[in-house]
């Protein structure tokens, strides 16, 4: 019988998900509709940090916990 999740190493879990694009460029469509796109820095249990460009193309890293994302692409 195969693992389940429960029982996977951490490093089986960082071939899927979040990890595959930890310091890409990627964009994280919310829950409310919203969609920011920056570079993944790190990824908490849960939370994930972005970092953006404002306005006055300034980079500043954000946070977003995992249970307002929909999907990410």
Not at 8 to 23: D, R, V
Not at 27 to 49: P, Q
Not at 59 to 67: D, R
């Amino acid at each position: 019988m195969g693992k389940n999740h429960l029982n996977a190493t951490f490093e089986e879990i960082k071939k899927h998900g979040y990890y595959t694009k930890l310091g890409k460029i990627i964009t994280v469509h919310t829950l409310d509709g919203k969609a920011l796109r920056g570079k993944l820095t790190c990824i908490g249990m849960y939370e994930i940090f972005l970092v953006v460009k404002d306005k006055e193309e300034n980079k500043q890293e954000i946070t977003i916990f995992k249970n307002a994302i929909k999907y990410i692409n």
